[in-house]
């Protein structure tokens, strides 16, 4: 079993800035291809930022350029740097993330518990 924990989401004016972090623990022997969603109020789950192992990133239109995701194995952890930070951006963001507890394990896929990002214009 894995554990994601994310941290660093608040309360931030139209164009700041925030840094989200997602500490992995647990049975880990390696963690394939991280990412972050969001979700806002009555709306669906949809991807913003992902990074595979081999540092390959991938973001969603409309974060491109303004939020960048990074990863630090040694610490197992997932960052997500938001600058010129929108509205539209409010959601909860969560943490995903693959991984595996052995070589030869299969991989599962777990999500952490969401921290909130409000952006007051």
């Known amino acids: 079993q894995v554990q994601l924990v994310e941290s660093g989401g608040g309360l931030v004016q139209a164009g700041g800035s925030l840094r989200l972090s997602c500490a992995a623990s647990g049975q880990i022997f390696s963690i394939n291809t991280m990412g972050w969603y969001r979700q806002a109020p009555g709306k669906q789950r949809e991807l913003v930022a992902t990074?595979?192992?081999?540092?390959?990133?991938d973001y969603t239109d409309s974060v491109n350029g303004r939020f960048t995701i990074s990863r630090d194995d040694a610490k197992n952890t997932v960052y997500l740097q938001m600058i010129n930070l929108k509205p539209e951006d409010t959601a909860v963001y969560y943490c995903n993330a693959d991984s595996r507890r052995c070589r030869w394990c299969v991989n599962y896929n777990y999500w952490g518990q969401g921290t909130q990002v409000t952006v007051s214009s």
């Open positions: 990074i595979t192992s081999g540092g390959s990133t």
